[in-house]
């Protein structure tokens, strides 16, 4: 359970960087094509321009390398999981284990690596977004992008709004769970030893008290906006503004002179999946 403490998606680490004083929509827009700059490599060369590209926005984003270390923690086991998945069922190139059915490939190897590199990239990008961006601008700008969906009559800041929500009370039931578990550890619950299925029956005191308090937290935040006159977004108006400045379209530009860079590496050096 310990590792529960350590997701830090939902988190806004508080700062005056670059990146944090950039337009809500900009980097949301730049999250997509850093995503899309991820997807598109398709070798060494190119992944690791994009991974020294995520550091160079980590340094720029001024947030601790420890949150973001904290944020891959728990995607440890995915990482390892897909790394063997990919280096028994890949076949191609060099043999360099047999044992029975299960063959141990070079390509196998190539292709476990990339795909945890490429994971690792995904999430720390995700995590320069969540954690530069205050929630109530994250909701303005996604509705902001959404907003050519209302001619389909798609209530676009509901859906943002429960987006920014469910983004936002990550932390939250994960601090409930974190008191749940000691509460019970507290009462001689024991979630350690056992086998594994007697550890998922040892789970349930303390899914059910979770389930109780979400919904009764859903409650109370539902009554909160209704006795605050809240009808949605129809109408309603902004403190803040959002505008875009020079430091966004130079911030694009770097982003598209990055996605160049990927193309012409993959196009010269070719593709190794």
Same mark, same amino acid.
Do not use: W
């Given at each position: 359970? +310990? ?10 680490? @508080? ?22 700059? #991820? ?19 980590? %340094? ?22 897909? +790394?063997? *998945? ?17 063959? *141990?490939? +070079? @390509? ?8 945890? #590199? ?9 995590? &320069? ?12 700008? &996604? ?31 994960? $601090?409930?769970?974190?008191? &749940? ?16 299925? $007697? @550890?998922?029956?040892?789970? *349930?005191?303390?899914?059910?008290? %979770? ?22 977004? $129809? ?7 959002? @505008? ?28 190794? *999946?």
């Amino acid at each position: 359970m +310990s590792m529960i403490s350590d997701i830090t998606i939902g988190q806004y680490y @508080k700062g005056d960087s670059l990146v944090h004083r950039l337009d809500a929509r900009m980097k949301i827009i730049l999250t997509v094509l850093f995503i899309v700059m #991820i997807f598109i490599c398709k070798n060494f060369l190119s992944l690791g321009f994009m991974f020294l590209f995520v550091l160079f926005c980590v %340094l720029m984003s001024q947030v601790p390398l420890k949150m973001f270390l904290k944020s891959l923690k728990p995607i440890i086991p995915i990482v390892l999981f897909t +790394s063997v *998945i990919n280096i028994f069922y890949i076949s191609g190139g060099t043999e360099l284990l047999a044992m029975g059915p299960l063959k *141990i490939t +070079s @390509k196998g190897l190539i292709t476990a690596g990339f795909m945890s #590199i490429r994971i690792v990239c995904l999430i720390i990008s995700s995590s &320069i977004l969540t954690y530069t961006t205050v929630p109530t601008q994250l909701t303005d700008a &996604i509705e902001r992008l959404l907003s050519p969906l209302k001619i389909f009559h798609i209530p676009v800041h509901t859906l943002a709004m429960m987006m920014t929500l469910a983004l936002r009370f990550i932390p939250t039931l994960i $601090e409930e769970i974190e008191r &749940i578990t000691n509460a019970q550890k507290a009462r001689g619950a024991d979630f350690e030893s056992g086998s594994f299925i $007697e @550890k998922i029956k040892a789970l *349930i005191p303390i899914l059910i008290p %979770l389930f109780v308090s979400a919904f009764r937290r859903a409650y109370e935040l539902a009554f909160a906006m209704s006795c605050r006159c809240y009808t949605g977004g $129809e109408g309603r108006t902004r403190m803040k503004q959002m @505008k875009y400045s020079f430091k966004d379209g130079a911030a694009f530009v770097i982003f598209a002179l990055g996605i160049t860079g990927v193309v012409l590496l993959n196009h010269y050096f070719g593709a190794i *999946i």
